[in-house]
């Protein structure tokens, strides 16, 4: 279901990376970066380059919560619930149905939410498990956004500069938005790390934040769980992805973003993938 676009296809590259940090004893954050058309749909690997002609990209990062193993299973559900319910917008769009991509996202998460709260009045090791879900989907052109919790997307237009694009939803995240924090302030804030929307977590309603960014070659954008914000500051992670250090080990960005906050606080997973936006191929 691409949308009708005045921009050549360009390319996509991308790269992923995910580590449980110093701390935790599990990763439960998990990470998606998957390709689809109207007939397949196909897992991308950690990094790679693709044409946008023809088929659309969805990449996404989910910070799971619960006790036990309970988090790490929320995240994984999470994106495997993208891969199931995503494609069915190109086959809307073969009946002649319109859907846009706010109706689409926005039943995406409601599905997601409402099987997380069945699972977790159903199975008492699964009480309260819930998740954060930060999704960029890009067509030619533009990149559409849905977004619960505190992971992050951040765009880094080719002409300089970086802007978080999604609202944490938070106490603190809602402080800052209004100008009362800044970001030192806001970073050493008690509460910053309380959730007031997530997906499952017992929360009886979700209101997902969706929105769309147009796009064109030479940007950037990031998506992050809040294990890399907690190492790095905003600053850091516009300079390491635009200036990405020379190094034997032929590292890609998202897997530097990650060494980085790791070595930085490692307090927490941390989880990041970096799409730039190409050219259109001759």
């Given at each position: 279901?691409?949308?009708v676009?005045?921009?050549?296809?360009?390319?996509?590259?991308?790269?992923?990376?995910?580590d449980r940090?110093?701390?935790?004893?599990n990763?439960?954050?998990s990470?998606?970066?998957?390709?689809?058309?109207?007939?397949?749909?196909r897992y991308l690997g950690?990094?790679?380059?693709?044409?946008?002609?023809?088929a659309?990209?969805?990449?996404?990062?989910?910070?799971?919560?619960?006790?036990?193993k309970s988090?790490?299973?929320?995240s994984?559900?999470?994106v495997?619930?993208?891969t199931?319910?995503?494609?069915?917008?190109?086959?809307?769009?073969?009946q002649?149905?319109d859907?846009?991509?706010?109706?689409v996202l926005?039943?995406?998460?409601?599905?997601?939410?409402?099987e997380?709260?069945?699972?977790?009045n159903?199975?008492?090791e699964l009480?309260g498990m819930?998740?954060?879900?930060?999704?960029?989907?890009?067509t030619?052109g533009?990149?559409y956004?849905?977004?619960?919790?505190?992971s992050r997307i951040?765009?880094?237009?080719a002409?300089?500069?970086?802007t978080?694009?999604?609202?944490?939803?938070t106490?603190?995240?809602?402080?800052r938005?209004?100008?009362?924090?800044?970001e030192?302030e806001?970073?050493?804030?008690?509460?910053?790390?309380?959730?007031?929307?997530?997906?499952?977590?017992?929360?009886?309603f979700v209101?997902?934040h969706i929105?769309a960014?147009g796009?064109q070659?030479g940007d950037?954008?990031l998506i992050?769980?809040?294990g890399?914000?907690d190492?790095?500051?905003?600053?850091?992670l516009?300079?390491?992805?635009?200036h990405p250090?020379?190094?034997?080990?032929?590292?890609?960005?998202a897997?530097?973003?990650?060494?980085a906050a790791?070595?930085?606080?490692g307090?927490?997973?941390?989880?990041?993938v970096v799409?730039?936006?190409?050219?259109p191929?001759?």
């Open positions: 279901m691409s949308a676009s005045p921009f050549l296809p360009g390319t996509l590259a991308w790269s992923a990376q995910t940090g110093r701390v935790r004893q990763n439960e954050d990470f998606l970066a998957l390709t689809f058309d109207g007939r397949e749909v950690k990094t790679g380059q693709a044409s946008l002609a023809g659309d990209f969805v990449f996404a990062v989910s910070d799971g919560m619960g006790g036990a988090g790490e299973f929320a994984k559900i999470t495997a619930r993208i199931r319910l995503l494609p069915s917008s190109f086959k809307f769009a073969a002649g149905l859907r846009g991509f706010n109706d926005e039943e995406l998460f409601a599905s997601i939410h409402r997380m709260l069945k699972l977790g159903s199975y008492e009480s819930g998740a954060t879900l930060s999704l960029a989907w890009f030619p533009w990149c956004f849905g977004h619960l919790g505190d951040y765009h880094l237009p002409a300089g500069g970086i978080q694009v999604t609202h944490d939803h106490y603190v995240g809602w402080l938005r209004g100008g009362k924090l800044n030192r806001a970073r050493s804030h008690p509460g910053r790390n309380s959730l007031n929307q997530a997906l499952g977590a017992q929360h009886q209101e997902p929105g960014v796009c070659a950037r954008f992050c769980s809040d890399l914000n190492g790095l500051w905003d600053a850091g516009d300079d390491l992805i635009r250090p020379a190094a034997p080990e032929g590292l890609s960005v897997q530097h973003l990650v060494r790791v070595g930085s606080s307090r927490d997973n941390c989880t990041a799409i730039e936006i190409g050219s191929e001759p």
